[in-house]
């Protein structure tokens, strides 16, 4: 009898699995920085330039959108990326903002914008998150 070996699987080309993970400092519109480390699965080095994934794009938009003040001229993705960063669903957002998932739907699609009182709540929504802290990614 022979022994059969099971070969591992290869990585995607330009991302390794034993890579340590990117420092990144995201530059917010209001002059703040943030540090992140963007996973390595999510960013990679190509002819010493860091490159990011589709994944890595989504999971530092996540971030920026924690961390940006929300105002009334905040676009529809802000809104959803914001909603998407906290783990949230469109009616769990509007039952802590005392609206219809409806209207989150509206808002994210950009058919309506959100008025004072909701602009409101939902920077109390941001806020609370930043100071209880939100873990930012993805499902593996």
């Not at 940006?68 to 959803?80: L, N, T, V």
């Not at 806020?127 to 209880?132: D, Y």
């Amino acid at each position: 009898m022979s022994a059969t070996t099971k070969s591992k699987p290869k990585p995607k080309a330009g991302v390794h699995s034993d890579a340590a993970d990117f420092p990144y400092v995201l530059k917010l519109r209001d002059g703040r920085r943030v540090l992140v480390e963007v996973p390595s699965k999510w960013a990679k080095q190509h002819q010493g330039e860091l490159v990011f994934t589709k994944d890595g794009a989504i999971f530092l938009d996540r971030i920026r959108a924690v961390f940006s003040e929300f105002d009334a001229s905040s676009s529809p993705g802000h809104i959803r990326t914001l909603r998407e960063a906290l783990g949230m669903t469109q009616q769990s957002l509007g039952r802590a903002l005392g609206v219809d998932k409806l209207t989150v739907s509206r808002w994210e699609r950009g058919e309506v914008k959100p008025g004072p009182t909701s602009i409101k709540r939902l920077r109390k929504v941001q806020s609370n998150a930043t100071r209880r802290g939100v873990v930012v990614g993805f499902q593996d």
